[in-house]
Protein backbone atom coordinates (compact mmCIF):
# COMPACT_ATOMS: atom_id res chain seq x y z
CA UNK A 1 0.00 0.00 0.00
CA UNK A 2 1.42 3.35 -1.59
CA UNK A 3 1.94 6.22 1.17
CA UNK A 4 0.19 8.55 -0.89
CA UNK A 5 -2.99 6.04 -0.70
CA UNK A 6 -2.65 5.36 3.08
CA UNK A 7 -2.96 9.82 3.12
CA UNK A 8 -6.15 9.33 1.23
CA UNK A 9 -7.40 7.06 3.38
CA UNK A 10 -6.68 9.04 6.35
CA UNK A 11 -7.82 12.23 5.09
CA UNK A 12 -11.22 10.56 4.06
CA UNK A 13 -11.76 9.12 7.50
CA UNK A 14 -10.70 12.53 8.89
CA UNK A 15 -13.51 14.55 6.79
CA UNK A 16 -16.00 11.90 7.48
CA UNK A 17 -15.95 12.51 10.93
CA UNK A 18 -15.39 15.72 10.53
CA UNK A 19 -19.06 15.58 9.04
CA UNK A 20 -20.82 13.03 11.38
CA UNK A 21 -19.91 15.83 14.28
CA UNK A 22 -21.40 18.30 12.47
CA UNK A 23 -24.41 16.38 11.36
CA UNK A 24 -24.78 15.63 15.05
CA UNK A 25 -23.71 19.72 16.23
CA UNK A 26 -21.72 17.32 18.52
CA UNK A 27 -18.25 19.62 18.89
CA UNK A 28 -15.27 16.79 20.05
CA UNK A 29 -14.71 17.62 24.01
CA UNK A 30 -12.52 16.31 26.50
CA UNK A 31 -12.81 16.45 30.07
CA UNK A 32 -11.24 19.98 31.58
CA UNK A 33 -8.14 20.29 33.18
CA UNK A 34 -8.44 21.24 37.17
CA UNK A 35 -4.49 21.97 37.47
CA UNK A 36 -4.71 24.64 34.56
CA UNK A 37 -6.99 26.53 36.66
CA UNK A 38 -5.37 29.57 38.14
CA UNK A 39 -5.06 29.64 42.22
CA UNK A 40 -7.39 32.04 42.64
CA UNK A 41 -10.69 31.86 44.88
CA UNK A 42 -12.30 29.65 41.81
CA UNK A 43 -9.25 27.39 41.19
CA UNK A 44 -8.73 27.11 44.87
CA UNK A 45 -12.30 26.09 45.56
CA UNK A 46 -12.31 23.45 42.65
CA UNK A 47 -9.43 22.13 43.51
CA UNK A 48 -10.74 21.47 47.31
CA UNK A 49 -13.59 19.59 45.57
CA UNK A 50 -11.34 17.17 43.93
CA UNK A 51 -9.48 16.32 47.27
CA UNK A 52 -13.08 15.90 48.77
CA UNK A 53 -13.74 13.75 45.88
CA UNK A 54 -10.10 11.83 45.73
CA UNK A 55 -9.54 11.58 49.46
CA UNK A 56 -13.15 12.08 50.93
CA UNK A 57 -12.25 10.13 54.69
CA UNK A 58 -9.39 12.58 55.16
CA UNK A 59 -12.00 15.45 55.02
CA UNK A 60 -15.24 14.28 55.69
CA UNK A 61 -14.56 10.93 57.47
CA UNK A 62 -15.98 9.77 60.47
CA UNK A 63 -12.66 9.89 62.10
CA UNK A 64 -11.27 13.24 61.43
CA UNK A 65 -10.70 15.42 64.32
CA UNK A 66 -13.37 18.32 63.93
CA UNK A 67 -16.85 16.29 64.84
CA UNK A 68 -18.97 18.50 63.28
CA UNK A 69 -17.21 17.35 59.33
CA UNK A 70 -18.36 13.88 60.20
CA UNK A 71 -20.47 13.89 57.50
CA UNK A 72 -19.22 10.49 56.08
CA UNK A 73 -20.15 7.60 58.06
CA UNK A 74 -17.48 4.82 56.21
CA UNK A 75 -13.84 5.65 55.30
CA UNK A 76 -14.37 5.22 51.61
CA UNK A 77 -13.70 8.04 48.96
CA UNK A 78 -16.12 9.31 46.91
CA UNK A 79 -13.69 8.18 43.89
CA UNK A 80 -13.53 4.46 44.67
CA UNK A 81 -16.87 4.81 42.85
CA UNK A 82 -16.60 7.71 40.52
CA UNK A 83 -13.31 6.41 39.32
CA UNK A 84 -9.92 8.71 37.99
CA UNK A 85 -11.48 11.81 40.21
CA UNK A 86 -15.05 11.08 38.24
CA UNK A 87 -13.53 11.77 35.13
CA UNK A 88 -13.43 7.72 33.63
CA UNK A 89 -15.72 6.78 31.15
CA UNK A 90 -18.13 4.14 32.22
CA UNK A 91 -16.58 4.33 35.75
CA UNK A 92 -19.66 6.33 37.01
CA UNK A 93 -18.27 9.70 35.68
CA UNK A 94 -18.72 12.98 37.40
CA UNK A 95 -18.67 15.21 33.94
CA UNK A 96 -21.70 16.49 32.54
CA UNK A 97 -23.86 16.23 35.06
CA UNK A 98 -24.33 20.18 36.38
CA UNK A 99 -26.88 20.61 33.86
CA UNK A 100 -28.84 17.87 34.33
CA UNK A 101 -30.13 19.44 37.69
CA UNK A 102 -32.35 19.99 39.04
CA UNK A 103 -34.39 16.88 37.77
CA UNK A 104 -37.28 14.24 38.91
CA UNK A 105 -35.89 11.45 41.09
CA UNK A 106 -38.38 8.53 41.27
CA UNK A 107 -37.02 7.56 44.55
CA UNK A 108 -38.09 10.75 46.25
CA UNK A 109 -40.91 11.52 44.25
CA UNK A 110 -40.01 14.82 43.63
CA UNK A 111 -37.54 17.36 42.03
CA UNK A 112 -34.34 17.21 43.40
CA UNK A 113 -31.16 19.51 43.66
CA UNK A 114 -27.40 18.68 42.80
CA UNK A 115 -26.94 18.89 46.22
CA UNK A 116 -29.87 16.36 47.22
CA UNK A 117 -27.97 14.12 45.21
CA UNK A 118 -24.60 14.84 46.38
CA UNK A 119 -26.31 14.16 50.09
CA UNK A 120 -27.97 10.95 48.83
CA UNK A 121 -24.41 9.64 48.39
CA UNK A 122 -23.35 10.76 51.30
CA UNK A 123 -26.00 8.77 53.13
CA UNK A 124 -25.65 5.85 51.19
CA UNK A 125 -22.56 5.06 49.27
CA UNK A 126 -20.95 6.91 52.23
CA UNK A 127 -23.35 5.58 54.79
CA UNK A 128 -23.26 8.73 56.87
CA UNK A 129 -25.25 11.94 57.09
CA UNK A 130 -26.70 15.07 54.70
CA UNK A 131 -23.73 17.90 54.39
CA UNK A 132 -25.67 21.05 54.50
CA UNK A 133 -25.70 23.38 51.30
CA UNK A 134 -23.95 26.10 52.69
CA UNK A 135 -20.98 23.98 53.90
CA UNK A 136 -17.99 24.83 52.44
CA UNK A 137 -17.27 21.00 51.44
CA UNK A 138 -20.59 20.90 50.04
CA UNK A 139 -20.13 24.38 47.52
CA UNK A 140 -16.60 22.86 46.68
CA UNK A 141 -17.74 19.47 45.33
CA UNK A 142 -20.93 21.74 43.68
CA UNK A 143 -17.52 23.44 42.10
CA UNK A 144 -16.04 20.74 41.12
CA UNK A 145 -18.49 18.95 39.41
CA UNK A 146 -19.61 22.43 37.36
CA UNK A 147 -16.32 22.66 36.25
CA UNK A 148 -15.78 19.29 34.97
CA UNK A 149 -19.43 20.31 33.19
CA UNK A 150 -17.32 23.24 31.35
CA UNK A 151 -18.12 23.23 28.29
CA UNK A 152 -20.68 20.96 27.84
CA UNK A 153 -23.82 21.98 25.83
CA UNK A 154 -27.05 22.37 27.34
CA UNK A 155 -28.88 18.85 27.64
CA UNK A 156 -26.38 17.31 25.49
CA UNK A 157 -25.68 13.42 27.11
CA UNK A 158 -22.16 12.63 26.81
CA UNK A 159 -21.08 8.90 26.06
CA UNK A 160 -19.64 7.21 29.49
CA UNK A 161 -21.93 7.99 31.47
CA UNK A 162 -23.14 5.45 34.41
CA UNK A 163 -21.16 2.58 34.82
CA UNK A 164 -22.02 0.69 31.18
CA UNK A 165 -24.92 -1.08 29.78
CA UNK A 166 -23.84 -4.56 28.74
CA UNK A 167 -26.80 -7.30 28.30
CA UNK A 168 -28.23 -8.89 31.10
CA UNK A 169 -28.35 -13.04 32.34
CA UNK A 170 -31.56 -15.07 31.05
CA UNK A 171 -30.80 -16.47 33.98
CA UNK A 172 -30.50 -16.02 37.90
CA UNK A 173 -27.00 -14.51 39.04
CA UNK A 174 -25.39 -17.28 40.34
CA UNK A 175 -23.45 -15.92 44.01
CA UNK A 176 -21.43 -19.24 44.38
CA UNK A 177 -20.10 -19.46 41.09
CA UNK A 178 -19.26 -16.00 41.52
CA UNK A 179 -17.51 -16.74 44.84
CA UNK A 180 -14.61 -18.90 42.73
CA UNK A 181 -14.24 -16.42 40.37
CA UNK A 182 -13.71 -13.36 43.19
CA UNK A 183 -11.46 -16.21 44.71
CA UNK A 184 -9.52 -15.35 41.51
CA UNK A 185 -9.50 -12.36 40.35
CA UNK A 186 -10.88 -10.15 43.21
CA UNK A 187 -9.63 -11.53 46.79
CA UNK A 188 -5.60 -10.35 46.19
CA UNK A 189 -6.52 -6.71 46.19
CA UNK A 190 -10.17 -6.80 48.06
CA UNK A 191 -9.13 -10.11 50.24
CA UNK A 192 -10.87 -12.57 50.86
CA UNK A 193 -13.09 -11.52 53.17
CA UNK A 194 -14.09 -8.34 51.17
CA UNK A 195 -12.20 -5.89 53.89
CA UNK A 196 -9.93 -4.38 50.80
CA UNK A 197 -6.30 -2.82 51.61
CA UNK A 198 -5.79 0.44 53.99
CA UNK A 199 -3.74 2.37 53.20
CA UNK A 200 0.50 2.07 54.04
CA UNK A 201 0.32 5.84 57.00
CA UNK A 202 -3.06 4.76 58.86
CA UNK A 203 -1.99 7.65 61.24
CA UNK A 204 -2.33 10.26 58.84
CA UNK A 205 -4.41 8.92 55.79
CA UNK A 206 -8.01 7.12 56.82
CA UNK A 207 -8.85 5.82 53.79
CA UNK A 208 -8.31 2.50 51.67
CA UNK A 209 -5.88 1.97 48.79
CA UNK A 210 -7.97 -0.83 47.83
CA UNK A 211 -11.87 -0.44 48.88
CA UNK A 212 -13.70 -2.87 50.83
CA UNK A 213 -16.79 -4.44 48.87
CA UNK A 214 -18.80 -5.32 52.14
CA UNK A 215 -18.83 -5.34 56.03
CA UNK A 216 -19.02 -2.18 58.22
CA UNK A 217 -17.00 -0.06 56.38
CA UNK A 218 -18.65 -0.01 53.62
CA UNK A 219 -21.37 1.33 51.54
CA UNK A 220 -25.01 0.14 52.79
CA UNK A 221 -27.64 -1.31 51.68
CA UNK A 222 -29.62 1.42 49.91
CA UNK A 223 -25.96 2.61 47.77
CA UNK A 224 -26.51 2.13 44.02
CA UNK A 225 -23.40 -0.70 43.64
CA UNK A 226 -26.03 -2.61 45.94
CA UNK A 227 -27.83 -2.93 42.90
CA UNK A 228 -26.70 -5.90 40.86
CA UNK A 229 -26.89 -4.40 37.15
CA UNK A 230 -24.85 -1.16 38.31
CA UNK A 231 -22.41 -3.53 40.12
CA UNK A 232 -21.85 -5.85 37.37
CA UNK A 233 -21.60 -3.44 34.35
CA UNK A 234 -18.76 -1.31 36.89
CA UNK A 235 -17.21 -4.86 36.97
CA UNK A 236 -17.13 -5.81 33.47
CA UNK A 237 -16.21 -2.11 32.56
CA UNK A 238 -12.91 -1.74 35.08
CA UNK A 239 -12.29 -4.83 36.87
CA UNK A 240 -10.00 -5.72 38.03
CA UNK A 241 -7.07 -2.97 37.65
CA UNK A 242 -6.54 -2.12 34.43
CA UNK A 243 -9.69 -3.06 32.65
CA UNK A 244 -11.98 0.06 30.91
CA UNK A 245 -14.68 -0.07 28.49
CA UNK A 246 -12.11 -1.00 25.52
CA UNK A 247 -10.48 -3.77 27.07
CA UNK A 248 -12.82 -5.48 29.64
CA UNK A 249 -11.04 -8.23 30.89
CA UNK A 250 -13.88 -10.50 32.57
CA UNK A 251 -16.94 -11.81 30.05
CA UNK A 252 -19.98 -10.81 30.93
CA UNK A 253 -21.50 -14.34 32.65
CA UNK A 254 -18.32 -13.87 35.25
CA UNK A 255 -19.42 -10.16 35.63
CA UNK A 256 -23.14 -10.26 36.61
CA UNK A 257 -22.27 -13.43 38.82
CA UNK A 258 -18.83 -12.31 40.75
CA UNK A 259 -21.53 -9.02 41.47
CA UNK A 260 -24.24 -11.59 42.96
CA UNK A 261 -21.39 -12.98 45.38
CA UNK A 262 -20.04 -9.37 46.61
CA UNK A 263 -24.35 -8.43 46.43
CA UNK A 264 -24.95 -11.50 48.79
CA UNK A 265 -22.43 -10.19 51.66
CA UNK A 266 -23.47 -8.32 55.12
CA UNK A 267 -22.98 -4.55 54.61
CA UNK A 268 -24.69 -1.77 56.53
CA UNK A 269 -28.95 -1.06 56.48
CA UNK A 270 -30.08 1.80 55.75
CA UNK A 271 -33.19 2.38 57.86
CA UNK A 272 -36.71 3.86 56.35
CA UNK A 273 -36.22 2.00 53.17
CA UNK A 274 -39.67 1.51 52.67
CA UNK A 275 -40.24 5.43 52.31
CA UNK A 276 -38.10 5.06 48.89
CA UNK A 277 -40.10 5.43 45.42
CA UNK A 278 -43.44 6.90 46.33
CA UNK A 279 -44.59 5.34 42.76
CA UNK A 280 -43.47 1.74 43.00
CA UNK A 281 -43.97 1.53 39.09
CA UNK A 282 -40.56 3.41 38.66
CA UNK A 283 -38.23 1.64 41.27
CA UNK A 284 -35.72 0.36 39.72
CA UNK A 285 -36.23 -3.25 38.79
CA UNK A 286 -33.05 -4.62 40.87
CA UNK A 287 -33.44 -2.91 44.00
CA UNK A 288 -32.03 -4.87 46.47
CA UNK A 289 -34.75 -4.06 49.11
CA UNK A 290 -38.58 -4.26 48.57
CA UNK A 291 -41.76 -3.99 48.64
CA UNK A 292 -42.80 -3.89 45.22
CA UNK A 293 -45.30 -3.62 42.82
CA UNK A 294 -44.95 -6.83 41.43
CA UNK A 295 -45.14 -9.87 43.29
CA UNK A 296 -41.89 -11.22 42.38
CA UNK A 297 -39.64 -12.41 45.11
CA UNK A 298 -36.95 -9.93 46.56
CA UNK A 299 -34.44 -12.43 45.95
CA UNK A 300 -35.57 -12.66 41.99
CA UNK A 301 -35.42 -8.51 41.88
CA UNK A 302 -31.30 -8.45 43.81
CA UNK A 303 -30.28 -11.47 41.61
CA UNK A 304 -32.55 -11.64 38.23
CA UNK A 305 -33.64 -12.90 36.00
CA UNK A 306 -35.38 -9.23 35.36
CA UNK A 307 -37.01 -9.86 32.07
CA UNK A 308 -40.29 -11.53 33.76
CA UNK A 309 -40.44 -8.48 35.87
CA UNK A 310 -39.94 -5.78 33.27
CA UNK A 311 -43.07 -7.64 31.77
CA UNK A 312 -44.91 -7.80 34.77
CA UNK A 313 -44.02 -3.53 35.42
CA UNK A 314 -45.03 -3.06 31.63
CA UNK A 315 -48.22 -5.12 32.22
CA UNK A 316 -49.14 -3.11 35.52
CA UNK A 317 -48.76 0.04 33.88
CA UNK A 318 -51.00 -0.75 30.36
CA UNK A 319 -53.78 -2.02 33.05
CA UNK A 320 -53.96 0.97 34.62
CA UNK A 321 -52.89 0.37 37.98
CA UNK A 322 -51.51 4.02 38.93
CA UNK A 323 -48.56 4.10 40.92
CA UNK A 324 -49.11 1.15 42.83
CA UNK A 325 -48.23 3.40 45.95
CA UNK A 326 -47.28 1.56 49.09
CA UNK A 327 -47.99 5.07 50.68
Not at 82 to 92: R, Y
Not at 104 to 116: K, N, Q, V
Request: proline share 7%; net charge neutral; with cysteine.
Amino acid sequence: MTSRFVQAIIVALIAALSQAAQAQNAPFWTVPEVGALPRDAHGMQVREGRDLITATYAHIGPNVADASKRYAGNNLACANCHLQAGTKKFGVPLFGLWGDFPKYSARTGTEITIEERINACMTRSMNGRAMPDDAPEMQAIVAYIKFLSTGVPAGRQLPGMGSGNMRELKRVAEPRRGQTIYARVCASCHNTDGSGIRNSAPDTDLGYMIPPLWGPDSFNDAAGMARITTMANFVHFNMPHGADYLNPQLSVEDAWDVAGYVESQKRPHKAGLDKDFPDLLLKPIDASYGPYADEFSERQHKYGPFAPIRAAIEKLRREGKGSASHQ
